[in-house]
């Protein structure tokens, strides 16, 4: 069975730990791939992880993930917040997607509070910064196991 999982990244997250460290946390995007890619080795998982700035990219790789992929982990940026065509990707990819925000957007600005992602998501992690991705992981790799046996 496939167990490769994509982890994508919205605008601005190439920026991590350049700018902002008090809402974002001090670990870059390559600290992140690091961690994201031993803890799914510990799960037997092989992860693709990728940044983009473009809207129109990051759909493209949603798409490609529909045959290559067995999951989708999404950290959109600000798209979360604007985007029903990143929705409708993730929808029509018929894949499990987890949503993972560094900071917690429900103690942010108003315009942060919904997110367009969330309506294609198994689940929603928030608030924890890097470390959620890692747990964004353990989740989707208990997923894939749970459709082993079925
Ligand atoms: O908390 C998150 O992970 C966000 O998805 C990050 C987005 C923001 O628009 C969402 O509301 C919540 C912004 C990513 C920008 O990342 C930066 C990192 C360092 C410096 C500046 C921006």
Redesign the pocket.
Known sequence: MNRTVVVLN????N??????PEI?GRETLDDIRAAVTTRAQSHGVTVDFRQSNDEGELITWIQAARTAAAGIII????Y??TSVAILDALLASSLPVIE????N?YR?EEY?HHSYISRAATGVI?GLGAHGYELAIDAMAKILDSRKTK
């Not at 993972?100 to 900071?103: K, N, P, T």
Request: one cysteine or more.
């Open positions: 919205g605008p601005n997250l920026l991590l730990g350049l700018r902002e974002y950290n959109a940026g600000g979360t917040h993972v925000h560094l900071s957007i942010r942060r928030c």
